[in-house]
């Protein structure tokens, strides 16, 4: 059960990270966008990879959910509360509701939601980091 937790815990954080890499193959596409463009051993594969990033950024979010569900489940069934793993949890789900919000309410890729959800995608790896590391 523990290695099940264990496997579980390292799902949402790859699926997080499947989640935020859409924000850097973006960045990078934007400041070198010139150089990728005129590349074509680059520019397809790299523009190719970028789309599936963000055409599947809300489902690898949706599945990080998931998962973090099952291993929230068993950690606190078999090893009670832990005080970092709930502080990423509770992030994870904000990060959720703004990104929710975002598509279905205000539909625009500007505002306070916008802010909120990349800034929440930094604590995020922060919180992360400091889970998994048990600093
Ligand atoms: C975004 C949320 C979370 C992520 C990405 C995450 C990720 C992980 C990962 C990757 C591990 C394995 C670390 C290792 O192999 O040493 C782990 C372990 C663990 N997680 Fe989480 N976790 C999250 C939330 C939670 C929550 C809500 C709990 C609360 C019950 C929790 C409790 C634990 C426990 C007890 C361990 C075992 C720690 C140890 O071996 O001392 N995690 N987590
Ligand atoms: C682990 C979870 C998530 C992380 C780390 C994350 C991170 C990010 C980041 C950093 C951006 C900014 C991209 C940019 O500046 O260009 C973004 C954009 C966006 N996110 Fe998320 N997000 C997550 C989950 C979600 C979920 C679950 C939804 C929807 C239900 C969502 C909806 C959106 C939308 C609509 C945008 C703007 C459009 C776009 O840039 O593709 N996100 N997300």
Redesign the pocket.
Known sequence: MNKL??LL??L??IF?GASAISFFLKAIYHRYASTIKNSLHINRPYTGLMKFAIRYHRLFGGI?LVT?AA??YI??T?????I???F??G??VLQAILGAVGTYLVKVRKGLWFYLHRVTALL?FI??IF??L?I
């Open positions: 937790g264990e815990g390292w949402t954080a997080y990080a973090l291993h929230f950690q606190l078999t090893r009670g509360l832990n970092s793993g709930a990423a949890a992030l994870l995020l919180a992360i889970h998994v048990k």
